[in-house]
């Protein structure tokens, strides 16, 4: 029996020609390493989350998985060991897995950027994972401060952007106190709607002078944002907006000045 051994990149089948017993030609094939772009993405973590960055290896053998940082090209980790004296990095495997992950604790916007997952082959074989660590942004529409017309509706509206996951809860404080929404003064209730970008309605009916105040959004995985409510008594009508709520406009004082300075440099 003879066999032929041939080599086309990584891969590699060896072809018997024939058999001592005359059989038909048999062909084996046997792949080098190579990585599952499936389980190998691009990570979004949140500015302060552990974050972890999966590849995936298949037909590893006895190769060596590596991590390396492209920002100033530094050496992670060499299959299990850390090479950097920052320990918010870690490699993790389990055994018999393929799975070799890069874990970055306590990310921050520096972190951004492309790390190299390595495998020792000759020549050596790399995928690129992006990481962006992104910070979510709240924000309280028409804030930071909100004048309302007393026995009108206050109606405050909470959004959070730009985070990879929606926030688990969305809290409302009223004066640093969380706001009851079964409290005996009623008329006060809340909807959330989760997504991409989520927002938490906060309706007050009937405001009254009890309800100035701050008032505080506390999304699960974001800041927070803070907006100051002021319900006026017939106070300034021009900063009022019929049936609703507006921010009061700059004072006449202000307009004038805008006004000068504009005439003065024309």
Known sequence: MSVEIHYIGFLMYAVVQETNNGNSLVETTTRGPYFDATASKNVTALLGKTAYLNCRVKNLVNRTVSWVRHRDVHLLTVGLYTYTSDQRFRSIHLPHSEDWTLQIKYPQHRDSG??????????????????????????????????????????????????????????????????????????????????????????????????????????????SANVTVHVLNGEHPEAMQHGGNQRMGPSLGVLAFIAYVLLAYS
């Open 114 to 223: 492309v790390y190299e997952c390595q495998v020792s082959s000759t020549p050596h074989l790399s995928h690129f994972i992006h990481l962006t660590v992104i910070e979510p942004d709240t924000e309280i529409v028409g804030g930071p401060e909100l004048f309302i017309d007393k026995g009108s509706t206050i109606n405050l509206t909470c959004v959070v952007r730009h985070s990879p996951e929606p926030p688990a809860y969305i809290f409302w404080n009223h004066n640093d106190a969380i706001i009851s929404y079964s409290s005996t003064r009623g008329g006060v209730s809340v909807a959330t709607e989760r997504g991409e970008t989520s927002r938490s309605v906060l309706l007050i009916q009937r405001a009254r002078a009890s309800d100035s105040g701050s008032y505080q959004c506390n999304p699960s995985n974001a800041r």
